[in-house]
């Protein structure tokens, strides 16, 4: 069974400072999103994924893909307050034997502070 | 271009009774998918649809079920309902089933089953 996970699940930050979310996934996979939601909100994509080395970058925001470590990383530069959400990663497997189209991680819930 | 259409937004329902949502995906898209999202569990992928077909279903019981119609709209259906079906159903289109392509999540239906 695929499992995506990532950490933190929580992120106070201040506004200026720089952080990581990390996300962890189990099985074989050169296709990974990254998605945001805000309160009471949809899902929006952020980033696509798609081969070893990846890197897209977006205003503050970028993320990377490393296959062979399963790990995708999202990194916020100088934080500012419009970039408090819960971002998810997801995985589309290469495999269908689990049966999903997307695995999400649980969510990384940032809040940043004046 | 109008993004993905979730109907209705909002409903109420009593255990036992059954219940259909329904999702217009952005115009030119094919596939169609449904998540369930839930504090406990996350994001939880319940199917897939290509071309009228299900290509991919995820780890759901039999109560819960979909099609896909010849204009790609699509609906699910909860038979049976039960107090843990409570949730925000999301659906999500996306132009083909390729790696590039990006899955756009509709605004969701919040189900709330007393």
């Known amino acids: 069974e695929l499992k995506v996970e990532q950490n933190p699940l929580f992120l106070s930050m201040q506004e200026g400072k720089n952080y990581t979310i990390y996300c962890n996934y189990s099985?074989?996979?050169?296709?990974l999103y990254w998605y945001r939601q805000d309160p009471g909100k949809s899902l929006e994509s952020l980033f696509v994924l798609l081969s070893n080395g990846a890197v897209k970058q977006e205003g503050r925001l970028m993320a990377s893909l490393d296959t062979k470590a399963r790990l995708s990383t999202l990194h916020i530069t100088a934080a500012v307050h419009d970039l408090s959400a819960t971002y998810f990663c997801a995985v589309d497997p290469l495999l269908k034997t689990s049966g999903s189209r997307l695995t999400f991680g649980e969510g990384t819930q940032l809040t940043v502070n004046p | 271009k109008a993004g993905v259409t979730q109907t209705p937004r909002y409903l109420i329902k009593t255990r036992g009774q059954q219940v259909t949502l329904s999702c217009s995906p952005i115009?030119?898209?094919?596939?169609v998918s449904w998540y369930q999202q839930t504090p406990g569990q996350g994001l939880q992928f319940l199917f897939e649809?290509?071309?009228?077909?299900?290509?991919n279903k995820g780890n759901f019981p039999g109560r819960f079920s979909g099609r896909q119609f010849s204009n790609s709209r699509s609906e699910m259906n909860v038979s049976t309902l039960e107090l843990g079906d409570s949730a925000l159903y999301l659906c999500?289109?996306?132009f083909g089933r390729g790696a590039g392509d990006t899955q756009y999540f509709g605004p969701g239906t919040r189900l709330t089953v007393l």
């Open positions: 099985t074989t996979s050169d296709r």
């Open positions: 999500a289109s996306s």
């Open positions: 115009s030119g898209h094919r596939s």
């Open positions: 649809y290509f071309s009228e077909t299900q290509r």
